[in-house]
């Protein structure tokens, strides 16, 4: 799985990078990126692609700290 933060002027900020040898169902954990360039203000996005065949998934929660 890959996990991406995207900052409402559409810059994506790496989380986790897809790995083949990661075929864990579950992300649990705290990811930090320095976002200062960026304003707090607008829509914060957060991308997850699944890169594994034939997996389906969800997002149960997500949060942002400032």
């Known amino acids: 799985?890959?996990?991406?933060?995207?900052?409402?002027?559409?810059?994506?900020f790496l989380l986790k990078d897809y790995n083949s040898?990661?075929?864990a169902d579950?992300?649990?954990?705290?990811?930090?990126?320095?976002?200062?360039?960026?304003?707090?203000?607008?829509?914060?996005?957060l991308r997850a692609t699944d890169n594994w065949t034939?997996?389906?998934g969800y997002v149960n929660a997500w949060s942002l700290q400032f």
């Open 21 to 23: 040898n990661d075929s």
């Open 54 to 56: 034939n997996d389906t």
């Open 1 to 12: 799985m890959k996990l991406e933060l995207i900052a409402p002027d559409g810059t994506a």
């Open 26 to 45: 579950d992300i649990q954990g705290t990811f930090t990126v320095n976002a200062s360039a960026e304003s707090a203000d607008g829509t914060w996005k």
